[in-house]
């Protein structure tokens, strides 16, 4: 179903969207993540797999700073996205998550009509000079959401009239309506029924086309179903990143083996 080759040229700095060096993150005395070195690419899906409590959202968070927002939360290291630091104290974190999008295991849509949910952030943004504007950003995001033929008559309806798997690509057109380079996907089907899982993992592969995205998951096959790249995380480590073909058939280090064959986790 799924195109799921990487790309055959070789990777150059240009495929480059995300760049992580030593990045630590502690929660008071917890050492949630431990030294993660990793290149993240652009227009690739990239899944993050691992046991629980590995870190997985951890990590994810430290892309678009929302770890920011816990207290106890401490974060070491360097973050690049096309080489700017995002840590940097020029930059400004509610920005930063209009271009790092996000989307949640749980689809939260705002309680607001289904045009509204989209047309929130492009509003505070400023993407939008006038009304028409707004209407023809609104349709783009959620054809590009997947999910415009299906709401183009409601579309003053509540977002949390919508099924499961229409709130989660409602909340994806929210994530893409501010233009975006990186989506981040944290569990983004585990609340969802087979065809809405299915709906949402084709959905993926399109996205890909125009971001670099990167998907959490508790599901191996998920993984090897919508992600070119895979990155196994344990205990805080980032234990093997590679083509996610080579993690399943081949993998280089005994953890990443155990976790695939279903030993650890
Ligand atoms: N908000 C938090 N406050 C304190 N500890 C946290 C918080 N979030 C996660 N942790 C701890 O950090 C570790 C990694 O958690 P997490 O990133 O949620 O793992 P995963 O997403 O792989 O299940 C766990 O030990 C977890 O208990
Ligand atoms: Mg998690």
């Given at each position: 179903m799924y195109d799921n080759r990487a790309s055959?040229?070789?990777v150059t700095a240009d495929d480059i969207k995300i760049e992580a060096k030593g990045?630590?993150?502690?929660?008071?005395?917890?050492?949630?993540?431990?030294?993660?070195?990793?290149?993240?690419?652009?227009?690739?899906?990239?899944?993050?797999?691992?046991?629980?409590?590995?870190?997985?959202?951890?990590?994810?968070?430290?892309?678009?700073?929302?770890?920011d927002t816990i207290d106890v939360a401490r974060v070491t290291g360097d973050i690049r996205i096309d080489g700017e630091d995002i840590n940097d104290a020029r930059v400004d974190p509610v920005q930063l998550r209009?271009?790092?999008?996000?989307?949640?295991?749980?689809?939260?849509?705002?309680?607001?009509s289904i045009y509204d949910n989209v047309a929130y952030g492009p509003k505070i943004h400023g993407l939008a000079k006038n009304k028409g504007d707004l209407d023809d950003i609104v349709e783009r995001a959620l054809r590009r959401g997947a999910i415009w033929d299906e709401v183009k008559d409601r579309l003053h309806a509540p977002g949390t009239g919508l099924s499961g798997?229409?709130?989660?690509?409602?909340?994806?057109a929210?994530?893409?309506a501010t233009e975006p380079e990186v989506l981040l996907m944290d569990e983004p089907c585990s609340a969802l029924d087979p065809i809405?899982?299915?709906?949402?993992?084709?959905?993926?592969?399109?996205?890909?086309?125009?971001?670099?995205v990167v998907i959490v998951t508790h599901s191996m096959q998920q993984a090897a179903r919508v992600s070119q790249?895979?990155?196994?995380?344990?205990?805080?480590?980032?234990?093997?990143?590679?083509?996610?073909?080579?993690i399943f058939t081949n993998p280089k280090d005994p953890k990443t083996e155990s976790y695939i064959t279903g030993r650890i986790g």
């Open positions: 055959e040229s070789a990045v630590n993150v502690h929660y008071g005395t917890t050492h949630a993540i431990k030294d993660v070195d990793v290149s993240i690419l652009d227009k690739t899906v990239t899944a993050f797999i691992g046991p629980s409590g590995c870190g997985k959202s951890t990590f994810l968070r430290c892309i678009n700073r929302m770890n209009a271009k790092v999008g996000m989307v949640f295991q749980k689809p939260n849509p705002f309680p607001k798997g229409q709130q989660q690509r409602l909340c994806i929210r994530a893409v809405a899982t299915g709906q949402v993992e084709e959905l993926i592969d399109e996205l890909r086309r125009d971001y670099s790249k895979t990155a196994f995380f344990h205990l805080g480590n980032l234990i093997e990143y590679g083509d996610t073909d080579e």
